[in-house]
């Protein structure tokens, strides 16, 4: 690695905290349990927002070996809004072309990203430790500037008790023990999150019967920078491969095990690299970095927000690898959920609102466990028939554009829309783009300044496209022509887009009155 192993280094080690001398336990606005990726997205997106944070880990460095490698488009542009996007693009691996095997043929490509006019690519490989070492800086930066963020390293939180207007804690510390209290607790402590275990909460959905080795290599190779699927490979027969290109000549390869095997075994480097060498042949050289074994799970919690307490990210739900629907998801559940955070603690939104981000991250949960599902049982057929199947659909998509639909090797993430929220209202422009409809996350468009989406984020805004518009209450006014990529992503009229950068409403014409009135259900004010 290029970067010398950064997470054996402590970055935010312990440091002993006022709070811990306080008579009673101090109360914070919001307390975040977990600096992960989807933990130090929350506190930068509510520092940003000016709302103090306080994030709590029981470890004082970023996570070991790769874990999730895959972020795809909509994340990126999270992290644009973010102030980090551009660095973890610049590091990490572009592409959009996946090519899939059966055998040693190849019977399908895809491009997840065809048409142009768009700032970010549908994916980048990034190993987690670079994305939480960028993350962490930014936190960095913004705490330098002033932001109201705190990392408390070497916290981990013992007990959680809930009450009507608040929660508390008990930290367990190399100095002893101390309570603090939340307004809000965010759990963002994975997915053995001891938060949820702490709240007697447990997960809903399905374990399937198979496991997988990731492997972590370093090698010089000249495979192209695209994701590479083998349905019966000849290195691993009956059974399905991965490989993927990451930053500083890191490759991680995903290989099928089945169900009836020892894990602790399989790890063992004499064990792992037999299997390697079988797949890259025998005058590649290459060393081990990191190696795993996970087990396909497709399960989420009933509901994300129990009281005071909110679930993001794996503490909340749980997909199969294949999609890169994990982190991605936790991401975006960070995004969703911090713009209404900071409406409710500013008191210009009811508590309700809160109830709409378990709304549609569970609608979010749902829509990636349906796909992660599906893969899982494309790649490891349940019975004969679902067999026969598979690879019929397989060998048919070698020569037949109707086949190709069929075969998945991992739906890849994907933005949510949000069908059917409470927060919508109603389409006033049925005929226009379906990409654009009230709920769906705003399509990036080229202007001549730069992107659409560097100019939305962060707060309200009234996107005239074509049309004459004025700022409204809480939204501001944003007005670009209809031409170009513009006219087909968005037709002529008025948008409400959210803090999110989700669209919330749509007109043919502005009309102040039905603005407000938008405004009034977006921000949970309508009953």
Known sequence: MADAKIFEQSLYPYQRHPDQDAAAPVRHPVIVVGAGPVGLTTAIDL?????????????????????????????LEIFDRLGCGQVMVDKGVVWNTGRVFMGERQVYEFNLLPEGGHRRPAFINLQQYHLEQMLLDRLRELQAEGAPIQLRGKSRVSAIGQHDDHATVEIDTPEGSYDLEADWLIACDGAGSPTRKMLGLDFVGRVFEDNFLIADVTMQADFPTERWFW???????????????????????????????????????????????????????????????Y??????????????????????????????RGANSGIQDADNLCWKLKLVLEGSAPEALLDSYDAERVHGAEENILNSTRSTDFITPKSEISRIFRDAALHLSERHAFARPFVNSGRLSVPCTYDGSALNTSDAM??????????????????????????????????????????????????????????????????LIRPDQHIAARWPAFDADMIRAALSRATGNTP
């Open 47 to 75: 520092g940003l927002q000016g709302v103090p944070v306080v994030v709590l880990d029981d470890n004082d460095r970023v996570s070991t070996g790769s874990r999730a490698i895959c972020f795809a488009k909509r994340p």
């Open 231 to 293: 349905f019966d490979p000849p290195f691993n027969p009956g059974q399905s491969a991965l490989l993927h290109k990451q930053p500083d000549g890191v490759w991680r390869i995903d290989l099928q095990l089945g169900w009836d095997i020892d894990k602790e075994v399989e790890k063992r480097p004499e064990n792992v690299i037999p299997r390697i060498r079988a797949m890259l042949g025998e005058d590649v050289a290459f060393d081990l970095e990191w190696v795993s074994v």
């Open 295 to 324: 087990t396909f799970q497709c399960r989420r919690m009933e509901r994300f927000r129990r009281n005071r307490v909110i679930f993001a990210g794996d503490s909340a739900h749980q997909v199969s690898p294949f999609g890169a």
């Open 430 to 495: 049925p005929e226009a783009p379906a990409r654009s409809r009230p709920g769906s996350p705003c399509p990036d468009a080229p202007l001549a300044d730069g992107f659409l989406l560097d100019r939305l984020g962060g707060r309200f805004t009234i996107l005239a496209v074509g049309v004459e518009g004025e700022a409204v209450g809480m939204a501001d006014l944003l007005s670009v022509p209809a031409t170009g990529e513009m006219a087909e992503r968005y037709a002529s009229g008025i948008y």
